[in-house]
T-cell receptor, first 117, second 109 residues
Framework: GAGVSQSPRYKVAKRGQDVALRCDPI?????LFWYQQALGQGPEFLTY????????KSGLPSDRFFAERPEGSVSTLKIQRTQQEDSAVYLC???????????????FGEGSRLTVL | DAKTTQPNSMESNEEEPVHLPCNHS???????IHWYRQLPSQGPEYVIH???SNVNNRMASLAIAEDRKSSTLILHRATLRDAAVYYC??????????FGKGTKLSVKP
């Protein structure tokens, strides 16, 4: 497709369930980012991939969060044993360059809204 | 990454220019200034970026102070579709975007 695609757009999970969120970046984009956006806040960085290598995972809030990009294209963000505080919009972004070299433009998907009951 | 400071909210009338300020007094010499905006229920969207000189594109203009400690995003004629949260971000060599809370722009018809 023309843009970054994320699925599902909406996910409701019971507390304690595992969830998986998928991101299809723009074809050929080297860099891929995951962000978490709580209601009324700006996006917060979670993790960054350059091709299949996860170069930065400093933003992952706990070891319940795991991200992978095994073939350097599609990425999955997995959250184990979800908690209510995990409720947020999870945004994926991709960029043609890698690394961004200060000038690259990030293209964002529309996000996956996770609600944990 | 260096921090930016923006007003929480601003209002504008349709078809009038809008000047969105951003302070970044701790900017380093290699940091680029990026602006993104986020419309309701959408992901952020790139608007413009610059280093030292003023920049223009089809969406907006970016005016950068001579000392680079502040910048202003200029929308020349606001439309209702420009109502969004505007984020001013400094991008360093590691290339990650660190968002603040941004400025919520309201446009009145």
């Amino acid at each position: 497709g023309a843009g970054v695609s994320q699925s599902p757009r909406y996910k409701v999970a019971k507390r304690g369930q595992d969830v998986a969120l998928r991101c299809d970046p723009i074809s050929g984009h080297v860099s891929l980012f995951w962000y978490q956006q709580a209601l009324g806040q700006g996006p917060e960085f979670l993790t960054y991939f350059q091709n299949e290598a996860q170069l930065d995972k400093s933003g992952l809030p706990s070891d319940r969060f795991f991200a992978e990009r095994p073939e350097g294209s599609v990425s999955t963000l997995k959250i184990q044993r979800t908690q209510q505080e995990d409720s947020a919009v999870y945004l994926c972004a991709s960029s043609l360059t890698g690394p961004l070299l200060n000038t690259g433009e990030l293209f964002f998907g529309e996000g996956s809204r996770l609600t944990v009951l | 990454d260096a921090k930016t400071t923006q007003p929480n909210s601003m209002e504008s009338n349709e078809e009038e220019p809008v000047h969105l300020p951003c302070n970044h007094s701790t900017i380093s010499g290699t940091d680029y200034i990026h602006w993104y905006r986020q419309l309701p229920s959408q992901g952020p969207e790139y608007v413009i970026h610059g280093l030292t000189s003023n920049v223009n594109n089809r969406m907006a203009s970016l005016a950068i102070a001579e000392d680079r400690k502040s910048s202003t995003l200029i929308l020349h004629r606001a439309t209702l579709r420009d109502a969004a949260v505007y984020y001013c971000i400094l991008m360093g060599s590691q290339g990650n975007l660190i968002f603040g809370k941004g400025t919520k722009l309201s446009v009145k018809p």
